[in-house]
């Protein structure tokens, strides 16, 4: 049906602009510009009707959120929303349930990039549009970055919307107060890492005489705990590189080694938490919190809600933030992601013709102007948030952003250099110095170059052979394993399906 679409005459396609032209008022053309005109998505015919359609999206907060800023958003828009929240928790299993069931809505969100994966082939068996061709009918979707929009490309065509995300948010925070203590600066290298992360365990950094502080605090993430980002550093691929001509999983090269002997001597030394492959993210961050440790390794940009939890407890507590550490070879590079966060895709069983299509993608369209963005992203100004030096500052109460704001903020698509939404501001300024480092991160990207590429054993087989990998990580560092004992996991993994990873990769 697609194809056939694609071949409608020249005429045809002029008197569909004319009419969406006609259709649509110059006030809401100008809408990028203002922020106080409503953003009308029908064609004239039918401009006074509301459409109404419905789409699932990820629940991060405990409830379901207010309605107060949905019916802001339905009004600007002419649209009345169906949403489907689903716990975050429970979102991939829903997803697989309503796929299965063919009741998926009109518009679905997915969780994740790896979510997308499994989706692949169902995008290839056109179960979902193909909006290539449609973009460009678009003023707002058509400022969506190409970069990005390239790295969720099937087949070289475009199914998806994407929300946007800092390609790198990977850096430390580490206690200033202690290091100012020790007359420590600021660690640039790996070995000065190191020495911070002893000196916070073994020199009394809070002055009370007690042995009772550790360096790193972590947990058993080797994504986004502290293991990949040190592993950067030491110059390790993200996720796959290429040796010798060949695309090889990242555990297969030396740096992968070096960096699991980095944290077995730390380990060894109690420079870091010693049950940290069974500690949660909320614990990691207690140790922080209550001066238990002095670094975390991870997104830089957590440190403002860090600040606001750990200066209840004390208020002479003092955080600092980097992002530039040099690994054994003297260069630095960070692990990055897509661009995305998520993805919306169309289904072909709820939208049954290009003309709702057109609909839908014109309320995503309308979503992207800066009133609507800013709405979606912060609320209501005045009552949510208010703009200071052309940025958002949220509102204090924090509650009443959890319950009425931040859960609509699924369904944003872009990122403020295409949606014009305001960047936000804080008048903490170490929270200010890790959005300048996270931009920085931008010079020392190190991509993954499967981004693109298909697997169809890593997309069915993929996570159950990464435990392997990630068991063998574990065992290593705690000193159960040595390396002949983590060369038999690589000989495992390899031989339950991960030769024929390395193979569809390659030949992808």
């Known amino acids: 049906m697609v194809n056939f679409k694609r071949k409608i005459t020249l005429v045809v396609f002029i008197s569909f602009l004319f009419a969406v032209v006609v259709g649509c008022s110059n006030e809401s053309a100008s809408n990028a510009n203002t922020q106080n005109e409503n953003v009308s998505i029908e064609s004239n015919s039918d401009k006074n009707e509301v459409f109404q359609f419905s789409l699932m999206a990820n629940l991060y907060s405990p409830s379901v959120p207010k309605d107060r800023v949905l019916k802001l958003i339905e009004e600007k828009t002419n649209t009345k929303l169906d949403i489907q929240w689903v716990p ?25 990039q790896n979510t997308f994966s499994q989706y692949k082939e169902a995008i290839r068996d ?30 070289g065509k475009l199914y998806s919307l994407y929300q946007g995300r800092p390609l790198s948010r990977q850096g430390y925070i580490y206690r200033k107060d202690w290091a100012d203590n020790l007359g420590l600066s600021e660690p640039t290298t790996t070995d000065e890492f190191f020495e911070m992360a002893r000196a916070f365990t073994e020199d009394d950094p809070d002055g009370n005489g ?96 860090l600040y606001n939890d750990a200066v209840a407890l004390n208020p002479e507590v ?52 800066p009133e609507i963005a800013n709405l979606t992203q912060w609320g209501i100004e005045g009552e949510h948030y208010s703009v200071e030096d052309g940025g958002a500052v949220p509102s204090k109460e924090l509650e009443k952003l959890d319950a009425e704001v931040r859960p609509y903020t699924s369904i ?88 024929m990873i390395i193979e569809e990769y390659n030949a992808s």
Do not use: C
């Open 88 to 112: 975050d928790n429970n979102y991939e299993e829903r997803l697989s349930t309503v796929f299965a069931t063919n009741t998926l809505p009109d518009a679905v969100f997915l969780k994740n």
């Open 126 to 155: 056109e179960q979902f549009w193909e909006i290539s061709t449609y973009m460009d009918e678009f003023e707002n979707l058509s400022k969506l970055k190409e970069t990005v929009l390239n790295n969720t490309l099937v087949d």
């Open 210 to 305: 007690k042995d009772d502080t550790f360096g790193v605090t972590d947990r058993g993430d080797l994504v986004y705990g502290a293991f990949k980002t040190v592993a950067s550093w030491f110059g390790v691929p993200n996720n796959w590189g290429e040796k010798d001509g060949k695309l090889l999983p990242e555990f297969m090269f030396d740096e992968y080694k070096d960096t699991m002997d980095y944290f077995k001597r730390m380990h060894e030394n109690g420079y870091i938490n010693q049950d940290f492959p069974v500690t949660s993210s909320i614990d990691q961050i207690a140790f922080m919190k209550n001066g238990s440790a002095g670094i975390f390794v991870g997104n830089m940009q957590y440190v403002g809600t």
């Open 318 to 369: 003092e955080f600092g933030v980097n992002n530039y550490v040099e690994g054994p070879n003297g260069e630095f590079g960070i692990w990055s992601i897509p661009g995305y966060g998520n993805l919306v895709l169309f289904p072909k069983s709820s939208i049954e013709s290009e003309e709702k299509l057109r609909k839908i993608l014109g309320f995503f369209d309308a979503l992207m102007t």
């Open 412 to 499: 944003l698509i872009g990122e403020p250099e295409t949606n014009g939404s305001y960047e936000g501001i804080t008048d903490y300024e170490v929270r200010s110095e890790s959005n300048e480092l996270v931009k920085d991160n931008e010079n020392y990207l190190i991509n993954d170059p499967t981004t693109t590429l298909d697997s169809e054993t890593q997309t069915s087989q993929g996570d159950r052979l990464y435990n392997i990998i990630s068991d063998a990580t574990y065992k290593y560092i705690l000193g159960q394993i040595d390396e002949a004992g983590f060369d038999k996991a690589i000989d495992e993994w390899k031989n339950e399906g991960g030769e």
